[in-house]
């Protein structure tokens, strides 16, 4: 019987608490999650190592969907450049998810300690990365929560594989998807417009991973000394697609590369390019790809960028998202973005030149290193102010603002 699928009245079959300690050793907790705790877990008879992921029940509702969301879709999938599931168990108190143990490091890490770092080192990661995609997107699959830190090399030698991990958002796209989910500096513009996605965002992610691993650079940013006016640029800039290959990082970067970045970061998707599609382009498949070596410059801007413990949180998160709610002092009147009535709770259309109508907050929980969306909307009698926050395990309601013109 296909996990977790029972007949009305039939009763549960769960694992014995033993079972599980039966057969593995359970260490200490490495880290906690939003939604989980990470062990390191020996088989008692193999003494081969995994990681353990633990989800109580007793945190609600969400944390029960998100294991077994995850449980569910890797079970589906078996591919090489995929963390595998190996056992899963359920209790009547908990799930445990026991997976490959990779050992290896992440990306930005192995760059800095390379001697030698070219395009053609990007273009071995990003074919791995784009083989794992396709093969996902085949099984109508898409991953949603993309990032460099779900990127990690499967152990320490040379020639290691890249695998990802962290399939708690992933879902199969019966019909687009309007749950918006991910990391903000990863989003595409259909999720951030509240438009219906599918596997175009995973392509879009991954266009936003090479241009970061080519120039150390994040594509959308924005220095305003106010988090507010700076997120919510940020949003503005992935809305309209507004990123450059600024000089002096990208000057030795090759056309083929920047071909391919832009075929990835196209903002209709459906002109984006596919995962299949960007396989066969010439930088991932040719030898389009230059061998010069761009370590130091790159390095330069990962330490600049990334070093900060603000961007780190982004990069770290997954969001939780809130329904647009009204202002109690006039702020969406002072923008200048009226109503639309054909818009889910009447939320403002954001404005062609204005940023105000996409008045986004990104505030990073230092302890749950989660990070919460919140939007202004017109008053109106039907509030949700009283309504609990919903954790973005993809059921949450829609949030942003629509596109101007959708």
């Known amino acids: 019987m296909p996990f977790g699928c029972l007949t009305l009245g039939e009763k549960k079959d769960y694992n014995n608490p033993s079972e599980v300690t039966d057969k593995y050793d359970l260490g200490q907790i490495v880290k906690s999650e939003e939604f989980c705790e990470i062990f390191r877990a020996k088989d008692r008879n193999t003494l081969k190592m995994y990681t353990c992921k633990k989800f109580h029940k007793k945190d609600g509702r ?43 490091r992440e990306v930005f890490d192995w760059i800095l300690d390379q001697g030698y770092y070219s395009e053609r080192d990007t273009s071995n990661v990003m074919r791995q990365v784009l083989e794992a995609v396709a093969y996902l997107h085949s099984l109508k699959i898409v991953h949603r929560n993309l990032k460099l830190e779900n990127l990690v090399y499967f152990n320490r030698l040379k020639h290691s594989k890249i695998v990802i991990s962290d399939f708690q958002l992933a879902k199969l796209e019966n019909g687009l998807i309007k749950d918006p989910c991910g990391t903000p500096e990863y989003l595409a513009p259909e999720v951030v417009g509240r438009q219906r996605y599918g596997r175009p965002v995973d392509c879009w992610a991954i266009g936003v991973i090479m241009y970061i691993l080519l120039s150390g650079n994040p594509p959308f940013y924005d220095d305003a000394d106010e988090d507010d006016d700076r997120d919510k640029n940020l949003f503005l800039k992935i809305l309209s697609g507004d990123y450059e290959f600024d000089s002096p990082y990208w000057d030795d970067i ?57 961007w780190k949180k982004a990069v770290r998160v997954t969001t939780l998202m809130k329904r647009l709610r009204a202002s109690e002092h006039g702020d969406s009147g002072a923008s200048g973005a009226a109503a639309d009535p054909n818009t889910p709770g ?28 919140s939007a ?26 629509p596109r101007k013109g959708d």
């Open 254 to 310: 090759s056309d083929s590369a920047k071909n391919l970045v832009a075929s990835l970061m196209e903002v209709d998707q459906d002109q984006r390019l596919t995962a299949q599609e960007a396989i066969a382009h010439e930088w991932i498949s040719g030898n389009a790809a230059s061998d010069k070596n761009i370590k130091d410059g790159v390095c330069a801007q990962i330490e600049k960028n990334f070093a900060k413990a603000k």
């Open 346 to 373: 009447g939320a403002p259309a954001p404005p062609a030149a204005s940023g105000d109508g996409v008045a986004a907050s990104i505030k990073a929980a230092p302890d749950t290193q989660t990070t919460t969306i």
């Open 62 to 104: 969400k944390v029960r969907k998100a294991a077994k969301n995850e449980i569910m879709i890797l079970k589906m999938v078996k591919h090489h450049n995929i963390l595998q599931l190996v056992d899963a168990f359920e209790t009547k108190k908990e799930y445990f998810l026991f997976l490959e143990l990779a050992t290896g």
């Open 376 to 401: 202004l909307s017109p008053p109106s009698a039907a509030r949700q102010d009283d309504q609990p926050q919903a954790r973005c395990n993809g059921d949450v309601p829609q949030m942003l603002p």
